[in-house]
């Protein structure tokens, strides 16, 4: 395994329940940040405190159960907000607090009305007065994808002077191109003084579909912090999804990465998170969707029979899946159909496979999917033809 660890910081808790109808209750939260603990998350970001009092709650309570992971609270760049942050933190074993400002143009004229020196200031001020708490403060640059890189540089210089251990490099909007984010994440790696003492994180939006692949491409040119969140849930059209980068990256020795999450939680914790949040995984998702490991093409079917290799770069079982599923419909070929019958009981030669085929092709081709109970049925429907079954 690499011995260049790049942390997994889950904001499941606090951006993924930004989700609108997705509203987690204490209990609910608790029940999911300790399986976060548990399959290895290195900071879990709780929530915002000062946003209301069930969050404050739930931060603090999810500072006590954390046994392993650090806990992690957002601020505002505002003194009001660190404090209350800090109180909520305060029975963490490894608090975090989480503050920042925006850093393009459109932010600093339109949100702030403020000029590039005073967000600078704000920025410095806050991360120096959440120092104050604890030892570990990361700073945001709010929309750093959209973002001048010489000022981004700058903004990231003054507040690793003013004592950020992590600098959160978001592209907020979901606007960067993978080359594009990763080539920002470089400049600053280039020309920041003292950054090699901190971290640089990825916290990428999905607006394009791509916050993993700007994830992975911030990596590469020397983040080693992701911030992503169960199923890629979260504002808008998601963030960079958990169990996407985890895989990537232990599928891929080549880049000499790796993360401490165990890879056998994932799809329990997928489903977790979907039936707590009641937002359901699209079937097509990618590790942990229905349709992840199943094959209904008849050419697929006979090689992921023959190999689970020849179709498959994850073996289901690494993250949690029992098998692959082999799903019986009108493009299922007679490899797939034999596996199937063999599955519930019919051993076929290869003449009775064939006169079984025509009937099941009949069958299948009324119905969307082919399940184990119709296979007696097709079964039934040839003896009745007088094809003799074993």
């Known amino acids: 395994m690499s011995t ?22 204490t209990a609910q939260k608790l029940k999911i940040a300790a399986r976060l603990d548990e399959m ?39 003194k009001k907000d660190i404090e209350v ?71 990231c210089t003054e507040m690793v002077k003013a004592g950020a251990t992590v600098l959160n490099i978001p592209d907020t909007t979901g606007y960067c191109l993978p080359e594009e984010y990763g080539r920002k994440i470089k400049y600053l790696k280039d020309n920041v003084p003292g950054i090699e003492n901190v971290t640089i994180s990825c916290h990428c939006h999905n607006d394009l579909g791509l916050a993993t692949a700007n ?37 891929h020795p080549t880049l000499d990465l790796n993360t401490l999450i165990d890879p056998k939680f994932l799809y329990d914790t997928s489903t977790m998170v979907s039936r707590e949040m009641g937002m359901l995984v699209q079937p097509n998702k990618a590790i942990v969707g229905a349709n992840a490991f199943a094959h209904s093409s008849g050419i697929h079917q006979d090689g992921v029979i023959k190999n689970r290799e020849t179709y498959e770069i994850i073996d289901p079982a690494h993250v949690g899946v029992t098998e692959s599923a082999i799903v019986l419909t009108a493009r299922s070929g007679r490899a797939a159909l ?47 033809k007088n094809i003799a079954i074993a």
């Open 4 to 25: 260049q660890k790049v942390e997994i910081f889950d904001t499941t808790l606090r951006d993924g329940e930004q989700v609108p109808g997705c509203k987690l209750n």
């Open 40 to 78: 290895g998350v290195d900071v879990i970001e709780a929530g915002f405190p000062v946003s209301s009092p069930g969050d404050f709650k739930s931060v603090s309570e999810i500072s006590k159960l954390v046994k392993n992971s650090a806990v992690c609270g957002l601020t505002r760049a505002v």
């Open 85 to 155: 942050a800090a109180e909520a933190l305060k029975h963490a074993n490894k608090p975090r607090i989480h503050t920042g400002i925006g850093t393009s143009d459109s932010h600093i004229k339109y949100k702030f009305n403020a000029t590039r020196e005073e967000i600078i200031e704000r920025g410095a001020t806050a991360v120096a007065y959440a120092r104050k708490f604890v030892d570990d403060v990361e700073f945001y640059a709010e929309d750093a994808g959209r973002s001048d890189n010489e000022f981004l540089a700058k903004v």
């Open 215 to 251: 994830a992975i491409a911030g990596v590469m040119n020397g983040a080693r912090q992701i911030e992503c969140t169960i199923n890629g849930i979260g504002e808008r059209a998601g963030n960079t999804a958990l169990e996407e980068v985890v895989m990537i990256l232990r599928q």
């Open 338 to 384: 034999a596996y199937k019958c063999k599955k519930v009981g019919y051993e076929l030669t290869k003449l009775e496979l064939d006169k079984v085929y025509t009937e099941f092709l009949n069958y299948a081709d009324d119905k969307k999917e082919v399940l184990d109970d119709d296979i007696h049925e097709i079964m039934e429907l040839s003896r009745k």
